[in-house]
């Protein structure tokens, strides 16, 4: 179970990488500065979570997280020179990473004692806010605030984990309910435009 | 005297969270984008305070804070949508928020052992960088770098509320005294058109 | 020793407090804004560097770098609107700057236990990452991104810096051959256009 996670984490720091590289390839930014908006995104959600719970930072204890989400970047860059890739061929990998990352998240803000709503919160940090530094840097307004619900699952997918939790129900069942429903609402809103309103249009 | 404290500091929660709805509702920002500005907005300055000094973050330990941001932001965005608030509503609240913010976070920072400067310019960070980290989420220049006082009546304030402190003034006579000072300078800025040189003008 | 690297220390904080003013002097900032952004561009990489390593914030505890930025900052302003300073006046100060922090900031990561490729990763942030924050708050993408050799310098410095001490050479023997690559990198960099490749041109 525990090599799994590890699995599933490494391939969800990847893929946010991946979706780093991806975004700044759109701006005037080299080779390097990539890279370094793709270790954001990959690195950006779990170090504000850390940050604000006073927890060691978790790719500083471990290289690995480091070396994998600078790889992916590295290897992205290159073959998207080499060859066009469909815009959409990574959104299925990074709703799992989502999903993952917020429950995550969820856990480890728990396990060091946060208040549950404030770990529902810190859930959605570890999800969603990789992107938002990575649409910091890139100077752009940041992506999961628009568009198809992005945010918005990760925050009532944490939620929901919180709630079967205090239900009674299993740990790892709770977990992986909560993932699916990150996962399949993210997919649906990809698949029937689902958005929330905002109240721009209205000026 | 600790309720009385208590309230202001969640009514300038509130304001804060506010602002961060009006200012996000320009951008093309969903509700739930709109919300987490306000979040940020609300809590951003005391958190970098916190961060900054080592210090358990605020609203991590006690979810308060975190609901009352989060009420004040959907409560405001609901209201948006039904009238169009006058714009210059929210001055008068914001300038107390800034004024009351500024003092506590200059007296925690005292209380962790900041020197005096650091810790007028944690006062500093407290009051006015919410605002610079909601600003920098809707990819603005951070308002309180330009237009009427703003940041500067923040440090004055947290630099006059020490000078009173070594003068041997009472705690309380202090900090009453100083937030008047910068709830006074900001209203006389707006009311006069304060603003500092810039040279931008020149080149 | 101790005594030239506190002066070195301090004279690259003044340079970068410099860059800083020259930077967010182009835009609509006013005094006080301009001497904030001089500030984060000075303090913001050890302070990103400190945070993600838990270590206690290196301009809180000692508020003479706070000083030194500030004053720094404010000389400029001033100069800056008596004569017209010439653009590429700092770059040499400016890269001696990066060179230094590059290696306070990998040595730093290594003395709290960094494994070495997160300390490496820390000197570069560390170096350059004031830049980074400085061109965030001027609501620009960070100039580090691009161009001539910056952050690829300072990173390549830290490495072979971990390089030469894995080899066993003596530190400061180390060090100095460090810096003076990151430097000398940097200088031929703006000399001869070194640029790495980017992929928009592409697209």
Redo the contacts between chains.
């Keep these: 179970m525990g090599e799994l996670v590890f699995v599933i984490t490494m391939s969800a720091v990847a893929v946010s990488a991946i979706t780093g590289v991806l975004e700044?390839?759109?701006?005037?930014?080299?080779?390097?500065?990539?890279v370094?908006?793709a270790l954001t995104s990959a690195l950006g959600g779990g170090?504000m979570r850390d940050?604000?719970?006073?927890r060691?930072?978790f790719?500083?204890?471990?290289?690995t997280f480091?070396?994998a989400a600078l790889a992916a970047g590295v290897l992205t860059?290159v073959l998207?020179?080499l060859v066009r890739l469909p815009a959409n061929l990574f959104l299925v990998p990074d709703a799992l990473g989502l999903a993952l990352f917020t429950i995550i998240g969820t856990q480890v803000a728990m396990n060091y004692g946060?208040?549950?709503?404030?770990a529902s919160?810190?859930g959605l940090v570890t999800g969603a806010f990789g992107g938002?530094l990575r649409d910091?840097?890139?100077?752009?307004?940041?992506l999961?605030?628009?568009?198809e619900l992005y945010?918005?699952a990760s925050?009532a997918g944490a939620i929901l984990f919180i709630a079967l939790l205090h239900a009674g129900v299993d740990g790892t069942v709770a977990g992986l309910a909560a993932m699916a429903a990150i996962f399949l609402l993210r997919i649906a809103a990809i698949h029937w435009h689902l958005?929330?309103?905002?109240?721009?249009a209205?000026?």
């Excluded at 940050?51 to 006073?54: I, K, V």
């Excluded at 946060?114 to 404030?118: D, I, Q, S, T, Y």
């Design positions: 700044a390839g759109r701006k005037p930014i080299d080779l390097f500065g990539v370094l908006v170090t940050l604000l719970l006073e060691p930072v790719w500083v204890a471990n290289q480091l070396v860059f998207v020179r946060a208040p549950w709503f404030v919160f810190l938002v910091i840097l890139c100077n752009e307004v940041p999961v605030f628009s568009g945010a918005t925050w958005r929330l309103p905002g109240f721009a209205k000026a």
